[in-house]
């Protein structure tokens, strides 16, 4: 068995979702990504992915050996580019657009090594919001939040994010801190207005089964990010974030968790996306090989207790819903 090639095809499928994605990026047929898979499941030993007609999805041993596979794969391909004859080493212009968050708290602080790595690249590093500005602004990879497109597009899943509940140390001691997520009925919160134009504002949890969703009220409304973390470390209200790029405010005590035992909800997925034409690039091949890399690093920042599952389901309202987020659905269905 070709075991890292077996790696590849099991990384790229449980990111696609499929067997049959993860061949077409391949250029080979679903069966050989599958059987191959299989293989690998064989010699571990261990069950890595569950089988469904709904696609795929990870075990707990899975959920492991993803971790440490995906940096595989990223140090091997590294390596390989590294220790390539210098003819055939990445060299040129590459285009990049990264959501504003992302750039600001995960990629630019690490930057620099990509840029010492590849000394024959120049980088292009443009500020986008959605997946319509790799057309627009002729990107070669973007980075984003949300859920992948359903278009013609290549994706590779970097990290499965989770929402917190935060304010600043003043605002809990001045208000308490809820211990049910219906509390947050009684507190001030800061919501923040996704790409595709809907206000925030129904925050749904579980725990053990047990499923909660609050309409919180509003105190403050704004579509830049970095405002509502603002705020909220000025003990304005309290917020929910992705917990990816939240390392700084956690760890200096500028923002204090709560709820963490539960999941909240609908948090986003941080992907790369490029164009189909561009899977043989090797500027594009290195920039996501460096993307692997810091964005496992950044999980190690995460709030205690939370897990890094690889996807969330995308909530109805994505792409569809306008306004705020509660009113479009009344009593279990879509508002008119």
């Known amino acids: 068995m070709d075991k890292l090639r ?29 059987h191959l ?19 795929l999805s990870l075990t707990a041993d899975g959920e492991r050996y993803y971790a440490s596979s995906r940096k ?39 930057i620099a090594r990509f840029l010492e790595r590849y000394p024959d690249i120049e980088l292009v590093a443009k500020p986008v919001a959605t ?40 605002y809990w001691r001045r208000n308490g801190t809820p211990q ?12 923040y207005r996704a790409v595709t134009g809907v206000l925030l504002d129904r925050w749904s949890f579980r725990k053990n089964g047990d499923s909660r ?3 919180v009220s509003s ?37 204090i968790p709560v709820l963490t035992d539960w999941e909240s909800l609908e948090a986003p997925t941080i992907f790369a ?13 290195a920039f996501l090989d460096f993307l692997v890399e810091v964005f496992a690093e950044v999980e190690s920042e995460r709030i205690p207790g939370t897990s890094a599952l690889i996807s969330i389901p995308k909530p109805q309202w994505w792409n569809r819903a306008h306004g705020r987020h509660s009113a479009y659905v009344t009593r279990g269905r879509k508002s008119v």
């Open 213 to 215: 969703t609050v309409n």
């Open 72 to 110: 595989l794969e990223a140090d091997f391909n590294e390596v390989d580019l590294r220790f390539s004859p210098r003819g055939t080493k990445p060299r040129g212009t590459l285009t990049v657009g990264i959501r504003s968050h992302l750039g600001r708290h995960c990629i630019m602080p690490r």
């Open 131 to 170: 997946i319509q500005d790799i057309d627009a602004m002729k990107l070669d990879v973007a980075v984003l939040m949300g859920w992948p497109p359903e278009r013609d597009l290549v994706v590779r899943q970097l990290v499965q994010t989770r929402h917190a509940v935060c304010a600043s140390p003043d």
């Open 219 to 255: 105190r403050l409304m704004s579509d830049d990010h970095h405002w509502v973390e603002a705020a909220a470390c000025a003990g304005v209200g309290v917020v929910r974030l992705a917990d990816i790029g939240l390392g700084d405010y956690l760890s200096s005590g500028a923002l």
């Open 37 to 55: 898979v299989g293989a690998l499941e064989r010699e571990l030993g261990l069950e890595l992915v569950h089988r469904s007609t709904r696609g």
């Open 180 to 191: 049910e997520p219906e509390a947050l009925l009684e507190h001030r919160c800061l919501l």
């Open 273 to 285: 996306a490029y164009p189909p034409r561009l899977r043989q690039s090797k500027l594009v091949r």
């Open 6 to 34: 077996a790696i590849r095809y099991f990384n790229h499928a449980v990111e696609a979702g499929s067997f049959a994605a993860a061949a077409r990026l391949f250029d080979v047929s679903t069966p050989a990504v599958a």
